[in-house]
């Protein structure tokens, strides 16, 4: 199944992840601590994926008091290589969704580098989609719009899976909200990827057009 197969299919069944890392850029040896997932099909979570993952070092005070993962946790937690390569198998067939996905797909992709593992799905970011649905919000942090719409949450954060399953929770909210106002019931993955990279001041007339074009 080629990327451009998985690209057309429909937004309301994608894997959302979230990574927990040692800190912000592979590039510069950073590596993934912890991965979490779920898998929403026709809008409703149905699966999960979560793991810890051994970087080969210790990980500094800052990340453990930031993520909550320490040393000890890590210890006996399996190589990266070995949890991404299960992960290929959970995320084969479906787009992807982060919250500042770049980030999570700069991790995704070297973690699968070094494990000589691949994937099809294409991404979208639910924080780009979110600044241009939910302007006046007062950020677009993940915290900030699970207050701001009022989403399911535990009150966990910083943790890969609780994560994940907020930003499904948003993005199946989005897909809710796009179809409320304008009368799209079936919502494209490329849709979604196209409005990430739509002005701001162009969201309405841009979402006018495809719910005319899909009427047409």
Not at 112 to 141: D, V, W
Not at 184 to 209: C, S
Request: charged share 25%; aromatic share 8%; hydrophobic share 40%.
């Amino acid at each position: 199944m080629t990327s451009r197969t998985i690209g057309k299919r429909s937004a309301n069944t994608v894997v959302v992840l979230d990574f927990e890392t040692t800190g912000l850029s592979p590039d510069r040896g950073d590596r993934a601590i912890e991965i979490g997932a779920v898998l929403v099909e026709d809008g409703r979570i149905t699966d999960r994926f979560q793991q810890l993952m051994n970087p080969g070092f210790r990980v500094d005070s800052f990340i453990a008091s930031y993520t909550g993962i320490t040393n000890a946790m890590l210890r006996d937690a399996p190589e990266c290589s070995t949890v991404i390569r299960e992960f290929a198998g959970f995320i084969n067939g479906h787009n992807l969704v982060a919250h500042n996905a770049s980030f999570d797909k700069k991790f995704l992709d070297e973690e699968m580098t070094r494990a000589g593992s691949e994937y099809a799905g294409r991404f979208a970011c639910s924080m780009l989609i979110a600044r241009r649905l939910y302007q006046n919000a007062p950020n677009h942090k993940l915290g900030t719009l699970v207050r701001y719409k009022q989403l399911p949450t535990e009150g966990v954060f910083h943790r890969a899976l609780a994560d994940a399953e907020m930003t499904a929770h948003l993005w199946l909210g989005m897909l809710d909200d796009i179809n409320a106002e304008y009368a799209m019931k079936t919502i494209p993955f490329a849709l979604m990827q196209r409005l990430g990279r739509t002005g701001k001041h162009l969201t309405r007339d841009f979402l006018k057009q495809q719910a005319e074009k899909a009427l047409a």
